[in-house]
């Protein structure tokens, strides 16, 4: 029923804010601790119900999305960075893959009904990411490093696959499609990785221009935004341009 906008800062006050979608105006709020966080905030349906999980002040909360009443809390509520987080959680299978602070450990939460807490069943042995979102796909997490190293990490067991390194500084998130994984580095560089457990580098995209936005998939374009340009890469629908006819 609202736009969902987590007002978060380093000296506060802090709100999770219901915004009405027709005016922009204030329709819920709720206090929140002080902290600054980045992550996006996450609706999941699960068990016949659903839940808005927000991430930040080192926890994971979670809110009924109906009545906004808090759920739960995953996390210990105090750690570097005043809870500053810019990784934002990811949903799989009943599952969420979630961090607690920058560059903190990856954590596996299995959702449970009745807005009961839930249950941890793995941490990652080695940080995850400072800012690129993680993607899971066919079984497996995808954890783009902020220096250009890929992660896979079984889903079931938060075991590494492997690690390996695709080159420069990241900030974007990457996304699967299609059997492959599209992962993007600030040189303008996009790497297109084969899914699956034996790492395998099918392509090397070059745009010339730094990319730091996350792209986004629209039928079977992906759009890329760079410094300077908005970038549509797909199949054209009509390849070979109109004929001239001559009377």
């Not at 006050?13 to 929140?32: A, M």
């Not at 934002?88 to 299995?110: E, K």
């Not at 090397?204 to 629209?218: C, D, H, K, M, W």
Request: hydrophobic share 35%; aromatic share 8%; proline share 8%.
């Amino acid at each position: 029923d609202s736009v969902v906008f987590p007002w978060d800062h380093h000296t506060g006050p802090c709100y999770l804010l219901g915004l009405d979608r027709k005016t922009g105006d204030i329709d819920w709020q709720k206090d929140r601790p002080i902290g600054t966080a980045h992550a996006t905030p996450l609706l999941v349906s699960h068990h016949g119900q659903t839940d808005l999980l927000i991430p930040g002040k080192n926890r994971l909360t979670a809110f009924d999305a109906r009545t906004h009443e808090e759920l739960w809390c995953y996390g210990e509520g105090s750690g570097p960075y005043n809870g500053e987080i810019i990784v934002s959680p990811v949903h799989a299978n009943g599952i969420v893959f979630t961090q607690l602070w920058r560059q903190s450990p990856i954590h596996a939460l299995r959702l449970r009904p009745g807005g009961q807490p839930p249950e941890g069943l793995w941490v990652s042995e080695k940080p995850g990411p400072q800012e690129p979102t993680p993607v899971y796909y066919q079984g497996l997490l995808y954890a783009l490093m902020d220096n250009g190293v890929l992660v896979a990490l079984d889903g079931k067991t938060g075991k590494e696959v492997y690690r390996r390194r695709l080159g420069g500084a990241c900030n974007s998130s990457p996304i699967a499609a299609n059997g492959k994984i599209y992962l993007s580095n600030t040189d303008g560089t996009t790497f297109v990785v084969q899914a699956g457990r034996q790492f395998k580098l099918l392509a090397t995209n070059q745009l010339g221009e730094r990319i730091t936005a996350s792209p986004a998939v629209s039928g079977d374009q992906i759009l890329y935004r760079t410094d300077s340009h908005l970038y549509a890469i797909g199949v054209r629908s009509n390849p070979s341009p109109p004929k001239k006819v001559i009377r």
